[in-house]
């Protein structure tokens, strides 16, 4: 079996491809390389894959990159990911998840390669849900509010009609905060994280910047994430979309008590204005019954864990740098 990865230079990807090799390792690996990267090395580190070269925001080359692989799987990946970061440019966001999405499935069809591809879809789609509406279940409508989530929410709606209107065998899977060793501290978790290994070294006075505290968040480890994508690649129903949950919600501001637990410093939080967002959801807890029901797939790496190993990791690369 080939299976190909876009994205799998990132965060998810590189996690995906290690459960791959350990757990999987019949799999050939192919991944979709961006050849205008700024970095084209950085997925040639990734040691056991195959490369083709490739560019979500170009159809003519995803089709021969595709064509190229001949992939009997596909996991979607690729994707630009940070909610923060598409209030300031939200034209990326629509190229890169809507465009870039939509490209994929063009190959497929214009290919009449009909294989598994599973779709990195996004929880940020659901938006504004009411107090009766929590936990959040897969038939719950769209409400986005940021660029991010109306990106992802139309990504999702373009694999569903391709599903109903030419047979692709995609699987949307909307994963909740997804977190682990080794995410960009441009994410809430490695950003707290990151400030409590670089107090602990010394680097920065003990203050953490923060912006909303009290939100709160159903949280999935990457590993149990990357579980999550085969699961639904061996069990999944075609056209079906399933949420990646815990069914928990913590706040961040447990999330910062959690994570100064294992450290010795004594620090305050300070309120970073450039850190809130327009407009933000307060809370995002998903129903993982479905997923389990079919999968029969639940999250198995406690919160505390990841906690432990995301601190872990930036002492390492603060250590390092």
């Given at each position: 079996?080939?299976?190909?990865?876009?994205?799998?230079?990132?965060?998810?990807g590189?996690h995906?491809?290690?459960?791959?090799?350990?757990?999987?390792p019949?799999?050939e690996i192919?991944?979709?390389?961006?050849?205008?990267?700024e970095?084209?090395?950085?997925?040639?580190?990734?040691?056991?894959?195959q490369l083709?070269?490739?560019?979500l925001?170009d159809?003519v080359?995803?089709?021969r990159?595709?064509e190229?692989?001949?992939?009997?799987?596909?996991?979607h990946l690729?994707?630009?990911s940070?909610?923060?970061?598409?209030?300031d440019?939200p034209?990326?966001?629509?190229?890169?998840?809507?465009?870039?999405?939509?490209?994929?499935?063009?190959?497929l069809r214009?290919?009449?390669?009909?294989?598994?591809t599973?779709?990195?879809?996004?929880?940020?789609?659901?938006g504004?849900?009411?107090?009766d509406?929590?936990p959040?279940g897969?038939?719950?409508?769209?409400?986005?509010?940021?660029?991010?989530?109306v990106?992802?929410?139309?990504?999702?709606?373009?694999g569903?009609q391709?599903?109903?209107?030419?047979?692709?065998?995609?699987?949307r899977?909307?994963?909740?905060?997804?977190?682990?060793?080794?995410?960009?501290?441009?994410f809430?978790?490695?950003?707290?994280?990151?400030?409590?290994?670089?107090?602990?070294?010394?680097?920065r006075p003990?203050?953490?910047l923060v912006?909303?505290?009290?939100v709160?968040?159903?949280?999935?480890?990457v590993?149990?994430?990357?579980?999550a994508?085969?699961?639904?690649a061996?069990?999944?129903?075609?056209g079906?979309a399933?949420n990646v949950?815990?069914g928990?919600?913590?706040?961040?501001r447990?999330?910062?008590e959690?994570?100064l637990?294992f450290?010795?410093?004594r620090v305050?939080?300070?309120?970073?204005?450039?850190r809130?967002?327009?407009?933000?959801?307060?809370?995002?807890?998903?129903?993982?019954?479905l997923f389990?029901a079919?999968?029969?797939?639940?999250?198995?790496?406690?919160f505390?864990q990841t906690?432990?190993?995301?601190l872990?990791?930036?002492r390492?690369?603060?250590r390092?740098?």
């Amino acid at each position: 079996m080939r299976a190909l990865i876009t994205g799998i230079s990132g965060f998810v990807g590189s996690h995906l491809v290690g459960f791959l090799q350990r757990e999987h390792p019949g799999v050939e690996i192919v991944g979709l390389l961006r050849w205008r990267s700024e970095d084209p090395q950085s997925a040639a580190r990734l040691r056991g894959t195959q490369l083709v070269e490739g560019d979500l925001l170009d159809a003519v080359s995803v089709i021969r990159a595709v064509e190229a692989a001949a992939p009997d799987l596909i996991f979607h990946l690729g994707a630009s990911s940070s909610v923060a970061g598409s209030w300031d440019a939200p034209d990326e966001m629509v190229q890169v998840n809507v465009l870039g999405t939509l490209h994929l499935l063009e190959a497929l069809r214009q290919l009449h390669l009909n294989v598994p591809t599973m779709l990195a879809c996004s929880a940020e789609a659901y938006g504004v849900v009411g107090s009766d509406e929590l936990p959040i279940g897969e038939d719950q409508p769209f409400r986005p509010v940021s660029p991010y989530a109306v990106s992802k929410a139309a990504a999702d709606l373009f694999g569903y009609q391709y599903h109903r209107t030419f047979g692709l065998r995609t699987v949307r899977l909307r994963l909740f905060n997804h977190c682990g060793p080794g995410q960009s501290s441009r994410f809430v978790i490695a950003s707290l994280a990151r400030q409590v290994a670089e107090i602990e070294a010394g680097l920065r006075p003990p203050r953490i910047l923060v912006g909303n505290v009290d939100v709160r968040r159903d949280f999935v480890d990457v590993r149990d994430a990357v579980r999550a994508y085969w699961a639904a690649a061996s069990e999944g129903a075609p056209g079906a979309a399933y949420n990646v949950c815990s069914g928990v919600t913590v706040t961040i501001r447990e999330v910062v008590e959690r994570l100064l637990a294992f450290s010795p410093s004594r620090v305050e939080l300070v309120a970073d204005p450039s850190r809130l967002r327009p407009s933000d959801l307060e809370v995002l807890q998903g129903d993982p019954g479905l997923f389990h029901a079919v999968t029969g797939w639940l999250p198995t790496v406690p919160f505390e864990q990841t906690l432990a190993d995301t601190l872990a990791y930036w002492r390492e690369q603060v250590r390092t740098c």
